[in-house]
């Protein structure tokens, strides 16, 4: 099993900036390898939708609604996916939730994890 752990939301105005991370790690016993980590956020009254993807090798992926605001990174070596929130507006209020995919090593098959979740809340 893989256990992922967030931070970084908080409240922050209209055209500010946050920086969400995700560092994820096994259980006793486990041994695992990570694949494509991403972050999914749901709004208020409103349905989970992907915010944006990395592969393992750093092909990324992103929701329009963030394009060009938003930039997500990893490190390897740290197992910890980023999520770099510029110019954020009063509609990326919002739940934040990290989502890693790996495979299993000792059961010998893939799964996904998913992180507790971090409000970011953006004040107008």
């Known amino acids: 099993q893989v256990q992922l752990v967030e931070s970084g939301g908080g409240l922050v105005q209209a055209g500010g900036s946050l920086r969400l991370s995700c560092a994820a790690s096994?259980?006793?016993?486990?041994?695992?390898?990570?694949?494509?980590m991403s972050w999914y956020r749901q709004p208020p009254g409103k349905q989970r939708e992907l915010v944006a993807a990395i592969t393992h090798r750093g092909s990324t992926n992103y929701a329009d609604s963030v394009k060009g605001r938003f930039t997500i990174a990893r490190d390897n070596a740290k197992n910890t996916v980023y999520l770099q929130m510029d110019s954020l507006r009063p509609e990326d209020t919002a739940v934040y939730y990290c989502k890693a995919d790996y495979y299993n090593f000792i059961e010998l098959k893939n799964g996904d994890s998913w992180g507790q979740g971090t409000q970011v809340t953006v004040s107008s």
């Open positions: 096994g259980t006793a016993g486990s041994i695992f390898s990570l694949n494509d």
